[in-house]
């Protein structure tokens, strides 16, 4: 979906660019343009193309991490209106500047002033149009800033009482409010604490009250030492003996490679265990880490909650 409403933004603000430019020149020669007129056009369609595929991913479920998307995907189908408002008004603009009563007077003026009036008059719609289009590509350039966090699929349906309970640390505090965006329909319960190591987690799930049928998440072992591998194997086994639970792979700027290998490996081994490949991702997309090289960017925590929604998908 994602990938639907980029191309779309791409498309407006293409065409409205080439016809805004275009406007621009042809208004400072005073040369009308054929051309124009078609790229304009074009930026209007395209601009309404855009409303359309808005209204389907909103009526589809999806949505995006910052809701300005819906309003910058619309705003240039109502500049396209407003500036057909101004085009239509142009002639009579230009008539009362030069004292013209209306249209039938101006085939009353000497042939060169009647062209001198027509030629204004086009010069002006093609300003006012030009104008309208450039804003249009302006505003789907925020729509294209803003884009991020529309699924790339439809969002897959949640089977009644899909139930999602993620025990972590400061990483699941970053995904709390984005998981319920990726899990339309989910009943999405996070606990989280800064800091939180393995142990702490294990009594959290130990404490907590779990609904049948429901995914267990986890986002632990990034407090602890590496080398605490038969703590955390004992831990991933446990989980998996309750139900479906997703894990993740370690990022962290001490070697953790061993530990995502035993990860790895359990996921391979239990049918009832799916580890989301974080570290793989963040070695494929380091732009995603933050400084510290532990925690994600905005952007990271974006994607990082889509890998934990795919896989609680793929338990229920």
């Known amino acids: 979906m994602e990938s639907v409403a980029t191309v779309t933004a791409l498309l407006v603000l293409v065409l409205n660019t080439l016809a805004g430019g275009l406007g621009a020149w ?3 020669r005073v040369e009308p343009s054929d051309l124009f007129w078609v790229l304009a056009r074009a930026g209007q369609a395209a601009s309404v193309l855009l409303a359309v595929v808005a209204a389907v991913l909103y009526l589809a479920g999806a949505r995006p991490e910052n809701d300005l998307f819906w309003l910058y995907a619309v705003l ?24 013209i009563e209306d249209a039938h007077a101006v085939g009353k003026l ?23 289009a450039l804003v249009a590509a302006l505003l789907a350039v925020r729509a294209l800033t803003e884009v991020g966090g529309l699924p790339d699929d439809p969002p897959a349906s949640a089977s009644p009482g899909a139930t999602l309970v993620v025990i972590g640390d400061s990483l699941a505090k970053g995904t709390k409010d984005m998981l319920p965006r990726a899990l339309e329909g989910w009943d999405v319960r996070t606990d989280a604490r800064d800091g939180r190591p393995l142990a702490e987690g294990m009594r959290v799930l130990s404490d907590s009250d779990i609904p049948p049928g ?47 290998a035993r990860l790895e490996a359990l996921d391979r081994e239990l049918s009832r265990v799916v580890v989301v490949p974080w570290a793989a991702t963040i070695a494929a ?18 994607v990082r909650a889509a890998l934990y929604a795919d896989a609680a998908r793929s338990c229920a």
């Open 76 to 99: 240039p189908v109502a500049v396209s209106f407003f500036g057909e408002q101004f085009r239509i008004l142009s002639a009579q603009t230009v008539l009362d500047a030069r004292g």
């Open 285 to 302: 997309r380091p732009e995603l880490m933050s400084p510290d090289r532990v925690h994600p960017t905005p952007e990271g925590y974006r």
């Open 110 to 132: 000497p042939e060169a002033e009647q062209r001198s009036v027509v030629l204004q008059i086009v010069r002006r719609e093609i300003g006012v149009m030009a104008l309208a």
């Open 214 to 260: 429901a995914v267990l998440a986890f986002s632990l072992f990034t407090n602890d030492k590496p080398s605490r591998l038969p703590a955390l194997e004992a831990a991933v086994r446990r989980t998996a003996r309750l139900g479906c639970s997703v894990w993740a792979t370690i990022v962290h700027t001490a070697d953790y490679g061993a530990a995502n």
């Open 26 to 28: 042809r208004w400072w």
